[in-house]
T-cell receptor, first 110, second 113 residues
Framework: DTAVSQTPKYLVTQMGNDKSIKCEQN?????MYWYKQDSKKFLKIMFS???????INETVPNRFSPKSPDKAHLNLHINSLELGDSAVYFC?????????FGPGTRLLVL | GENVEQHPSTLSVQEGDSAVIKCTYS??????FPWYKQELGKRPQLIIDIRSNVGEKKDQRIAVTLNKTAKHFSLHITETQPEDSAVYFCAASRRTGGFKTIFGAGTRLFVKA
């Protein structure tokens, strides 16, 4: 299946923990993104990598650190999780224009 | 800063009627305008897009229009069906290495059978 995939699909964790979300695309795209979608459904760009280089880094706490080992992967590590981090995190990829989104990771911080 | 305003936030129409969603962008460097549909519990999916050198684009029951001077763009859905019910996002993009995309806040469309 050609797609953008994310793991895990659901993540329930305690405040203060550190967690990672992984994203992979096999579409041959050169740009990958992380978005946060809050409970009001607002989609906010967090990071973007083009050919493994960070090109967009919005106002995101330092606790969030993206890593792109190669063009097909973009992982997101979150340190010291807070209640406000609870959201759905979407990975996306593109080659030029329109973006293809992953299925999302539903993060709940207790 | 860069901003995309989207209206209305909620839209309810009768099956068979038309639905129109409007967006305004602030970044004059934006040159690509995609629309995404997100069904409940699913991922956003690209449904149609338009580039800044085009004023209108149509794909079956959906069409987009763009007024660059006014920085307005709109999505038109004709002959709506219950399966069109979803949240629709407009977005404005400009190239900065990759594409920096700013999303509107979304419109929740209900199509009543």
């Amino acid at each position: 299946d050609t797609a953008v995939s994310q793991t895990p699909k659901y993540l329930v964790t305690q405040m203060g923990n550190d967690k990672s979300i992984k994203c992979e695309q096999n579409l041959g795209h050169d740009t990958m993104y992380w978005y946060k979608q809050d409970s009001k459904k607002f989609l906010k760009i967090m990071f973007s990598y083009n050919n493994k280089e960070l090109i967009i880094n919005e106002t995101v706490p330092n606790r969030f650190s993206p890593k792109s080992p190669d063009k097909a992967h973009l992982n997101l590590h979150i340190n010291s999780l807070e209640l406000g981090d609870s959201a759905v995190y979407f990975c996306a990829s593109s080659l030029g224009t329109g973006q293809y989104f992953g299925p999302g990771t539903r993060l709940l911080v207790l | 800063g860069e901003n995309v305003e989207q209206h209305p936030s909620t839209l309810s129409v009768q099956e068979g009627d038309s639905a129109v969603i409007k967006c305004t962008y602030s970044d004059s460097a934006s040159n690509y305008f995609p629309w995404y549909k997100q069904e409940l519990g699913k991922r956003p999916q690209l449904i149609i897009d338009i580039r800044s050198n085009v004023g209108e684009k149509k794909d079956q029951r959906i069409a987009v229009t763009l007024n660059k001077t006014a920085k307005h763009f709109s999505l038109h859905i004709t002959e709506t069906q219950p399966e069109d019910s979803a949240v629709y996002f407009c977005a404005a993009s400009r190239r900065t290495g990759g594409f920096k995309t700013i999303f509107g806040a979304g419109t929740r469309l209900f199509v009543k059978a």
